[in-house]
T-cell receptor, first 114, second 113 residues
Framework: KAGVTQTPRYLIKTRGQQVTLSCSPI?????VSWYQQTPGQGLQFLFE???????NKGNFPGRFSGRQFSNSRSEMNVSTLELGDSALYLC?????????????FGAGSRLTVL | AQSVAQPEDQVNVAEGNPLTVKCTYS??????LFWYVQYPNRGLQFLLK??????LVKGSYGFEAEFNKSQTSFHLKKPSALVSDSALYFC???????????FGRGTSLIVHP
Protein backbone atom coordinates (compact mmCIF):
# COMPACT_ATOMS: atom_id res chain seq x y z
CA LYS A 1 0.00 0.00 0.00
CA ALA A 2 1.53 3.31 -1.07
CA GLY A 3 2.06 5.88 1.66
CA VAL A 4 1.25 9.57 1.70
CA THR A 5 3.05 11.32 -1.15
CA GLN A 6 3.98 14.98 -1.04
CA THR A 7 5.40 17.02 -3.89
CA PRO A 8 7.64 18.83 -4.30
CA ARG A 9 10.01 17.72 -1.55
CA TYR A 10 12.10 20.88 -1.61
CA LEU A 11 11.49 24.31 -3.04
CA ILE A 12 12.93 27.78 -2.81
CA LYS A 13 10.85 30.90 -3.35
CA THR A 14 11.32 34.61 -2.82
CA ARG A 15 9.22 36.95 -0.75
CA GLY A 16 5.97 37.95 -2.38
CA GLN A 17 5.71 34.85 -4.56
CA GLN A 18 3.11 32.17 -4.07
CA VAL A 19 3.51 28.42 -3.77
CA THR A 20 1.32 25.35 -4.22
CA LEU A 21 2.06 22.07 -2.48
CA SER A 22 0.45 18.76 -3.30
CA CYS A 23 -0.50 15.74 -1.21
CA SER A 24 -1.79 12.34 -2.31
CA PRO A 25 -3.23 10.42 0.66
CA ILE A 26 -3.24 6.70 1.23
CA UNK A 27 -5.78 5.04 -1.02
CA UNK A 28 -9.14 4.99 0.72
CA UNK A 29 -8.28 7.75 3.19
CA UNK A 30 -10.73 10.60 2.75
CA UNK A 31 -9.37 12.95 5.41
CA VAL A 32 -6.29 15.05 4.71
CA SER A 33 -4.71 17.43 7.21
CA TRP A 34 -1.89 19.92 6.77
CA TYR A 35 0.66 20.97 9.38
CA GLN A 36 3.46 23.52 9.44
CA GLN A 37 6.59 22.44 11.30
CA THR A 38 9.22 24.95 12.40
CA PRO A 39 11.97 24.61 15.01
CA GLY A 40 10.51 27.38 17.14
CA GLN A 41 6.81 26.55 16.97
CA GLY A 42 6.80 22.79 16.57
CA LEU A 43 3.82 21.34 14.69
CA GLN A 44 1.03 23.79 13.97
CA PHE A 45 -2.27 22.62 12.49
CA LEU A 46 -3.27 24.42 9.29
CA PHE A 47 -6.49 22.77 8.10
CA GLU A 48 -8.27 19.49 7.51
CA UNK A 49 -10.26 18.46 4.48
CA UNK A 50 -12.79 15.66 4.21
CA UNK A 51 -14.76 14.84 1.09
CA UNK A 52 -13.65 18.08 -0.59
CA UNK A 53 -14.84 20.22 2.33
CA UNK A 54 -12.72 22.06 4.84
CA UNK A 55 -13.81 20.73 8.22
CA ASN A 56 -11.33 22.35 10.57
CA LYS A 57 -9.00 25.29 10.33
CA GLY A 58 -6.07 26.36 12.46
CA ASN A 59 -5.02 29.85 13.40
CA PHE A 60 -3.24 30.94 10.22
CA PRO A 61 -3.81 34.03 8.06
CA GLY A 62 -5.92 33.92 4.92
CA ARG A 63 -2.76 33.71 2.79
CA PHE A 64 -2.83 30.00 3.62
CA SER A 65 -5.50 28.13 1.75
CA GLY A 66 -6.21 24.64 0.58
CA ARG A 67 -8.54 22.42 -1.33
CA GLN A 68 -9.31 18.78 -1.82
CA PHE A 69 -10.28 17.05 -5.03
CA SER A 70 -12.78 14.26 -5.62
CA ASN A 71 -9.97 11.67 -5.56
CA SER A 72 -9.00 12.94 -2.06
CA ARG A 73 -5.77 14.50 -3.31
CA SER A 74 -5.19 17.85 -1.63
CA GLU A 75 -3.28 21.01 -2.37
CA MET A 76 -2.33 23.88 -0.15
CA ASN A 77 -1.41 27.32 -1.37
CA VAL A 78 0.47 30.11 0.32
CA SER A 79 0.26 33.51 -1.34
CA THR A 80 2.46 36.56 -0.83
CA LEU A 81 5.19 34.56 0.82
CA GLU A 82 6.99 35.93 3.85
CA LEU A 83 10.35 34.92 5.30
CA GLY A 84 8.53 33.40 8.28
CA ASP A 85 6.73 30.95 6.01
CA SER A 86 9.94 28.97 5.66
CA ALA A 87 9.07 25.61 7.16
CA LEU A 88 8.46 21.94 6.60
CA TYR A 89 4.87 21.47 5.48
CA LEU A 90 3.48 18.08 6.39
CA CYS A 91 0.40 16.41 5.05
CA UNK A 92 -1.30 13.58 6.91
CA UNK A 93 -4.18 11.33 5.97
CA UNK A 94 -6.40 9.09 8.04
CA UNK A 95 -9.16 6.60 7.55
CA UNK A 96 -12.64 7.38 8.76
CA UNK A 97 -13.24 3.86 10.01
CA UNK A 98 -13.15 2.98 13.69
CA UNK A 99 -9.62 3.62 14.90
CA UNK A 100 -9.71 6.73 12.81
CA UNK A 101 -7.46 8.63 15.13
CA UNK A 102 -4.02 7.67 13.81
CA UNK A 103 -2.43 9.96 11.25
CA UNK A 104 -0.16 8.77 8.47
CA PHE A 105 2.24 11.51 7.44
CA GLY A 106 4.03 12.21 4.22
CA ALA A 107 7.73 13.10 4.14
CA GLY A 108 6.91 16.79 3.83
CA SER A 109 7.65 19.68 1.52
CA ARG A 110 10.48 21.87 2.74
CA LEU A 111 9.88 25.47 1.72
CA THR A 112 12.61 28.08 1.93
CA VAL A 113 11.63 31.71 1.39
CA LEU A 114 14.46 34.10 0.54
CA ALA B 1 -9.14 22.83 24.96
CA GLN B 2 -6.31 20.33 24.94
CA SER B 3 -2.58 20.82 25.43
CA VAL B 4 0.53 18.71 25.56
CA ALA B 5 3.82 19.47 27.27
CA GLN B 6 7.13 17.80 26.58
CA PRO B 7 9.34 19.34 29.26
CA GLU B 8 12.67 18.27 27.76
CA ASP B 9 13.93 19.64 24.45
CA GLN B 10 16.63 16.99 24.38
CA VAL B 11 17.30 13.68 26.10
CA ASN B 12 20.72 12.05 26.02
CA VAL B 13 21.21 8.39 26.83
CA ALA B 14 23.94 5.81 26.31
CA GLU B 15 23.28 2.85 24.06
CA GLY B 16 22.00 -0.09 26.06
CA ASN B 17 20.59 2.07 28.86
CA PRO B 18 16.87 2.54 29.43
CA LEU B 19 15.31 5.69 28.07
CA THR B 20 12.34 7.82 29.06
CA VAL B 21 10.82 10.70 27.11
CA LYS B 22 8.33 12.65 29.16
CA CYS B 23 4.88 13.92 28.22
CA THR B 24 2.09 15.50 30.22
CA TYR B 25 -1.30 16.47 28.90
CA SER B 26 -4.33 18.58 29.69
CA UNK B 27 -7.66 17.65 28.16
CA UNK B 28 -11.30 17.69 29.14
CA UNK B 29 -12.77 14.25 29.31
CA UNK B 30 -10.96 11.02 28.58
CA UNK B 31 -7.78 11.49 26.56
CA UNK B 32 -6.58 9.68 23.50
CA LEU B 33 -2.77 9.79 23.63
CA PHE B 34 -0.17 9.11 20.96
CA TRP B 35 3.53 9.00 20.35
CA TYR B 36 5.05 9.67 16.95
CA VAL B 37 8.70 9.60 15.86
CA GLN B 38 10.37 11.70 13.17
CA TYR B 39 13.65 10.71 11.59
CA PRO B 40 15.70 13.32 9.69
CA ASN B 41 14.08 14.50 6.45
CA ARG B 42 11.04 12.33 7.05
CA GLY B 43 7.47 12.81 8.17
CA LEU B 44 6.13 11.66 11.51
CA GLN B 45 5.64 7.95 12.05
CA PHE B 46 3.09 6.48 14.47
CA LEU B 47 4.61 4.54 17.40
CA LEU B 48 1.77 3.75 19.78
CA LYS B 49 -1.47 4.99 21.26
CA UNK B 50 -3.55 4.79 24.41
CA UNK B 51 -7.32 4.87 24.08
CA UNK B 52 -8.58 2.82 27.01
CA UNK B 53 -7.71 -0.30 28.97
CA UNK B 54 -4.28 -1.36 30.20
CA UNK B 55 -2.19 1.60 31.31
CA LEU B 56 0.94 0.12 29.74
CA VAL B 57 0.84 0.29 25.98
CA LYS B 58 3.34 -1.48 23.74
CA GLY B 59 4.24 -0.15 20.32
CA SER B 60 6.68 -0.40 17.47
CA TYR B 61 10.46 -0.93 17.75
CA GLY B 62 10.28 -2.07 21.40
CA PHE B 63 8.83 1.19 22.69
CA GLU B 64 6.14 1.33 25.35
CA ALA B 65 4.32 4.08 27.18
CA GLU B 66 2.62 4.27 30.53
CA PHE B 67 -0.61 6.18 30.99
CA ASN B 68 -0.92 7.75 34.45
CA LYS B 69 -4.26 9.45 34.94
CA SER B 70 -3.51 10.98 38.34
CA GLN B 71 -0.32 12.58 37.05
CA THR B 72 -1.80 13.29 33.58
CA SER B 73 1.31 11.80 32.04
CA PHE B 74 2.09 9.49 29.16
CA HIS B 75 5.84 8.89 29.23
CA LEU B 76 7.55 6.95 26.44
CA LYS B 77 10.00 4.26 27.51
CA LYS B 78 12.34 1.65 26.13
CA PRO B 79 14.35 -0.80 28.24
CA SER B 80 17.50 -0.68 26.12
CA ALA B 81 18.25 2.23 23.77
CA LEU B 82 19.79 1.83 20.32
CA VAL B 83 21.78 4.43 18.40
CA SER B 84 19.17 4.08 15.67
CA ASP B 85 16.51 5.33 18.12
CA SER B 86 18.02 8.81 17.81
CA ALA B 87 15.22 10.96 16.41
CA LEU B 88 12.62 13.59 17.29
CA TYR B 89 9.71 12.29 19.37
CA PHE B 90 6.29 13.91 19.53
CA CYS B 91 3.54 13.29 22.03
CA UNK B 92 -0.02 14.13 20.95
CA UNK B 93 -3.47 14.09 22.49
CA UNK B 94 -7.08 14.14 21.39
CA UNK B 95 -10.17 14.84 23.41
CA UNK B 96 -13.39 13.02 22.78
CA UNK B 97 -15.16 14.03 19.61
CA UNK B 98 -12.16 15.75 18.05
CA UNK B 99 -10.06 14.36 15.22
CA UNK B 100 -7.43 17.11 15.33
CA UNK B 101 -4.62 16.12 17.70
CA UNK B 102 -2.58 18.65 19.60
CA PHE B 103 1.14 17.93 19.44
CA GLY B 104 3.86 18.67 21.93
CA ARG B 105 6.88 20.63 20.76
CA GLY B 106 8.94 17.48 20.39
CA THR B 107 11.91 15.98 22.24
CA SER B 108 15.16 15.22 20.48
CA LEU B 109 16.48 11.85 21.65
CA ILE B 110 20.20 11.32 21.21
CA VAL B 111 21.57 7.85 21.90
CA HIS B 112 25.34 7.79 22.25
CA PRO B 113 27.35 4.70 21.21
Amino acid sequence: KAGVTQTPRYLIKTRGQQVTLSCSPISGHRSVSWYQQTPGQGLQFLFEYFSETQRNKGNFPGRFSGRQFSNSRSEMNVSTLELGDSALYLCASRTTDSGANVLTFGAGSRLTVL
Amino acid sequence: AQSVAQPEDQVNVAEGNPLTVKCTYSVSGNPYLFWYVQYPNRGLQFLLKYITGDNLVKGSYGFEAEFNKSQTSFHLKKPSALVSDSALYFCACLSGGSYIPTFGRGTSLIVHP
